[in-house]
């Protein structure tokens, strides 16, 4: 019983970590026109807002069927380019089109990376503050 209380004691610090950072690398970043987000407000492209590709915003821990509800929702997403300019984004939105690790930047987001000419940046990665 002792055994079993020190591991969910440690399952629990280690998912309260991970829940508090998460970086991916490798992905892709692209713009799109936000309106109500899967996390429930209304954004414009004015906005700084990111939406998340749908298996990691699904399978972030505390996710539920309830998308307005997930953990993820809210949080500050600090996103780096091929070129090492960066922008800091809300989630706001789920991408269900997005490869793992790729995200969907509003235009002024995306316009802090590079030119709305651009359309789609390789090798960007990110990491949720």
Request: contains cysteine; negative net charge; charged residues 10%.
């Amino acid at each position: 019983m002792r055994f079993t209380a020190v591991v969910l004691a440690a399952l629990s610090a280690a998912t309260a970590g991970f829940a508090q950072s998460l970086s991916m690398s490798g992905g892709d970043a692209t713009f799109y026109t936000p309106g109500l987000g899967s996390c429930g407000f209304f954004n414009t492209e004015a906005d700084f807002i990111v939406a998340v590709d749908i298996a990691t915003i699904q399978s972030f821990p505390g996710a539920t069927a309830n998308p307005n509800a997930n953990p993820m929702c809210g949080r500050q997403m600090v996103v780096t380019g091929p070129d090492g300019k960066t922008v800091t984004v809300t989630v706001a939105d789920t991408c269900p089109g997005c490869a793992p690790g790729s995200v969907d930047l509003t235009p002024t987001a995306f316009q802090q990376l590079a030119s709305l000419d651009v359309g789609r940046l390789h090798g960007i990665s990110w990491t949720l503050v």
